[in-house]
C-alpha cells in the first residue's frame, strides 16, 4: 500500500502580514510615486481637494503619471482660485474623490510615497479614504521637505520651499501651484537629494526615511553596526570595545530590530548612552521565537549586561519554607534542599515573599519568632502571644501535634495541593475588618491574600511542567513548516523548525539526538530559571501549539491554586470588595 503523502493542517490565525515595500530595499531598485494635491484650504476633514498630480518613477526612470482635477463639492476660497488658477468652472465637470480614490490607490501600490510636506497631503488623502470607506493602504513616506532639512544647509539654500529647492536643483519643471507640475518639480528634487545621501551612507529606502527623521549624531554615527545582521529570529548582542556585552536583546528579525535603535523611535536615554559606548554588534540565529527569548534569558544571566534591566541577577531568588524541629517557622531562604518537604516559591525579592509569609501569618497561628524551640524547656512568650497571634509553642501552651495540625498542615496543603483553607481565612479577615470600616487594614490583607496566591499558583504551574522528563512540541510555522522545542525538567534542551511539506518526524529525532542532556532536581524549578521555564509555558500553552510526546502526564491538582485566577486578578485589581463573592 502506497503511504500518504503528508499534508500540514492549517489553522486560523497563521495568515502571513502583507508588509509594504522592504525597507531594505536599495534607492535606486525603489519604486516612488511623488505626489502632489491642490486643495480649498483648511484642515484634511475627506474633502477639499481640488487637483491631484501624480508622477510614479525608479532609477531615475519615469513609470507613469496620473493627473486630474477633482470635484470637492465645495466653492473654491477667491484666493485659491488666484494662488492655483483653478476656477469653480473649470471643476464642475470633474469627477468627485470617491471616483478617484480607486485609481489613485492603485496607482501608489507596492511603492514608497513622496511628497514635498507630506504629513498635509497624506493627511488629505488618508481623510478622503476614512469618510468614503476606502482602507488607506499605509504606505511607506518619504517627505522630501524633512530630507532637505537634514542634506543641505542654510549656506547652500536659505529655506525649504519646493520652489527654492528646484531653482537649487535647476529642476526640469518649475513649480505653479498646479499638481502635475509641482509633483514632476519634486521628482527632480528627490532625486538631487537622493545624489546628496551617499555621503552620507544612507542607501536603502528605510534609511533615506530614518535619515529624514531627527535621529541623533551617535545613532547616526553608529548607524553602520547594523548592517549585515541576518533577518532572521534570534538574538542581538551590543557589545564594547572590550568585547564585553552591553545589552541583549532578541526580535523574529534580528536585522530590522537593530535597525530600529538607529531611528528617530528610539528615545530611551539608557539606550542613546549604550550606543555610544558600543562597537559592534553580534547576532545569534536561532530556530525559533522560543529558543531566541531562552537564549536570551540565559546570555542576560550569565553577563549580566549593564543596559539590560530585567532577568539579570536569577540567583536572588529567594524561597519561603518551614524550618526543621519543633513548632516550625516560615524562613527566607536563597536555596532549598532536598530535604525541605514544604516550601513555597520562587520569589523575585525578599518584599515579596515578606508579603506571602505575612498573608500566612494572618490566616493560621504560625509563629513568628526566630527563637529556636524545645520541646523541654520554656521560653518566655512574646507580645504577639499576649493579643492572641501565636498559640505562643514557646510557653507549650499548645502540643507539637495540635501546632502542626493548625497551623503546619494548612501551609504545607496550599503550596502543594489547595489553598482554600487560607484562602477563606484570609478573606473572612477582610470581611471582618470591611464591616468594621478599616479599609486601609483590610486593603493591607488583601495585598497579601494576593501575594500567596500569585505565589502558589506560579508554583504549582512550575511545578506541573517541570516534574515532565521530557515533553516535545510542534507549532505551525509562518513560512510554513513546524517549530519543533524539545523541552525537559523545564528547560529548553533542543529547538529546530522542519522544512514545509515535509513530515517533522525526522527533525524531531534529530533535536532528540543532540540535544541537551538535563537530569531531574528537587523543587519546582530543578533544571532552569522560573523565568526560563514560564517562558516555555507561555508558548506550550498557545491555542496554535501540539503536544507531540510526553514522558509522563502533564496535569496540576484538580483542587489546586489554578482555580483562584479569577480571584487572585481581582485581588491584583484592587476590587476588594467583591473578594467575599468568591467564597461560595
Known amino acids: 500500500m502506497a503511504q500518504a503523502e503528508y499534508v500540514q493542517e492549517s489553522l486560523a490565525g497563521l495568515d502571513p502580514t502583507v508588509g509594504g515595500v522592504d525597507p531594505a530595499l536599495p534607492l535606486y531598485a525603489t519604486t516612488f510615486v511623488v505626489v502632489d494635491l491642490e486643495t480649498t484650504g483648511g484642515a484634511p476633514d475627506g ?5 491631484i498630480g501624480a508622477v510614479k518613477v525608479r532609477g531615475g526612470e519615469e513609470l507613469g503619471v496620473l493627473a486630474t482635477l477633482v470635484n470637492p463639492g465645495q466653492p473654491i476660497p477667491p484666493f485659491i482660485t488666484v494662488l492655483t488658477g483653478i476656477t469653480q468652472a473649470m471643476l464642475l465637470p470633474a469627477p468627485p474623490i470617491e471616483e478617484v480614490l480607486p485609481s489613485f490607490l492603485e496607482f501608489i501600490a507596492d511603492a514608497v510615497l ?30 522630501t521637505a524633512a530630507l532637505a532639512r537634514r542634506v543641505l544647509t542654510r549656506d547652500e539654500v536659505p529655506n525649504r520651499k519646493l520652489g527654492t529647492l528646484a531653482a537649487y536643483f535647476r529642476t526640469a519643471t518649475q513649480p505653479t501651484h498646479r499638481a502635475l507640475d509641482d509633483a514632476k518639480a519634486t521628482v527632480d528634487v528627490l532625486h538631487g537629494l537622493i545624489g546628496r545621501l551617499g555621503g552620507h551612507r544612507v542607501d536603502t529606502v528605510g534609511d533615506a526615511i530614518e535619515f529624514a527623521r531627527a535621529v541623533t549624531p551617535t545613532q547616526r554615527r553608529k548607524r553602520h553596526l547594523a548592517e549585515g545582521l541576518p533577518k532572521v529570529p534570534g538574538v542581538y548582542i551590543f557589545r564594547a570595545a572590550d568585547d564585553r556585552p552591553l545589552y541583549v536583546g532578541t526580535s523574529g528579525d534580528i536585522a530590522t530590530r537593530v535597525r530600529s535603535y538607529f531611528t528617530a523611535g528610539e528615545k530611551r536615554a539608557r539606550i542613546s548612552e549604550m550606543l555610544a559606548a558600543a562597537e559592534r554588534v553580534e547576532a545569534v540565529e536561532c ?43 516560615l524562613s527566607i531562604v536563597r536555596d532549598i534542599s532536598p530535604t525541605d518537604t514544604a516550601y513555597l516559591g520562587p520569589f523575585t525579592s525578599r518584599r515579596a515573599a515578606e508579603l506571602a509569609a505575612a498573608g500566612f501569618h494572618d490566616a493560621v497561628p504560625l509563629r ?15 507580645a504577639l502571644a499576649e493579643l492572641g497571634r501565636c498559640p505562643a509553642p514557646c510557653e507549650h501552651r499548645i502540643t507539637p501535634e495540635e501546632y502542626d495540625d493548625r ?28 464591616a468594621d470600616q478599616r479599609y486601609e487594614e483590610a486593603a493591607v490583607v488583601r495585598y497579601r491574600l494576593a501575594a500567596v496566591l500569585r505565589a502558589t499558583v506560579r508554583m504549582q504551574r512550575l511545578a506541573a511542567l517541570t516534574g515532565i522528563a521530557e515533553l516535545a512540541a510542534a507549532r505551525p510555522a509562518a513560512q510554513g513548516g513546524w517549530e519543533l522545542a524539545l523541552v525537559r525538567h523545564g528547560r529548553l534542551a533542543g529547538a529546530g523548525v ?8 525526522p527533525t524531531l529525532n534529530a533535536i532528540r539526538a543532540t540535544a541537551e542532556t538535563v537530569p531531574g532536581g528537587h523543587g519546582p524549578v530543578p533544571s532552569a530559571t522560573a523565568e526560563e521555564s514560564e517562558r516555555i509555558l507561555s508558548w506550550l500553552e498557545r491555542p496554535e501549539t501540539r503536544l507531540v510526546e510526553m514522558s509522563s502526564g502533564w496535569s496540576s491538582p484538580a483542587g489546586g491554586a489554578g482555580r483562584f485566577r479569577d480571584l487572585l486578578a481581582k485581588a491584583e485589581s484592587g476590587a476588594s470588595h467583591q473578594l467575599s463573592t468568591e467564597r461560595s
Open 287 to 329: 530556530a525559533h521565537s522560543l529558543e531566541a527569548e531562552v537564549r536570551e534569558l540565559r546570555l542576560i544571566a550569565a553577563h549580566a549586561p549593564p543596559y539590560n534591566r530585567r532577568s539579570k541577577y536569577p540567583e536572588r531568588m529567594v524561597w519561603l519554607k518551614l524550618t526543621d524541629g519543633p513548632y516550625p517557622r
Open 407 to 434: 497551623a503546619v498542615e494548612p501551609f504545607r496543603t496550599a503550596t502543594a495541593s489547595d489553598p482554600r483553607p487560607v484562602v477563606d481565612a484570609l478573606l473572612a479577615r477582610i470581611d471582618v475588618l470591611a
Open 114 to 143: 513622496v511628497a514635498h510636506n507630506a504629513p498635509y497631503d497624506v493627511g488629505f488623502l488618508k481623510a478622503a479614504c476614512a469618510r468614503h470607506g476606502y482602507r488607506w493602504p499605509n504606505p511607506r513616506v518619504l517627505d
Open 498 to 505: 522542519s522544512p514545509p511539506g515535509v513530515h517533522p518526524r
Open 47 to 51: 474633502g477639499g481637494i481640488t487637483e
Open 368 to 382: 513568628q519568632c526566630t527563637h529556636r524551640l524545645s520541646l523541654r524547656t520554656v521560653t518566655p512568650a512574646c
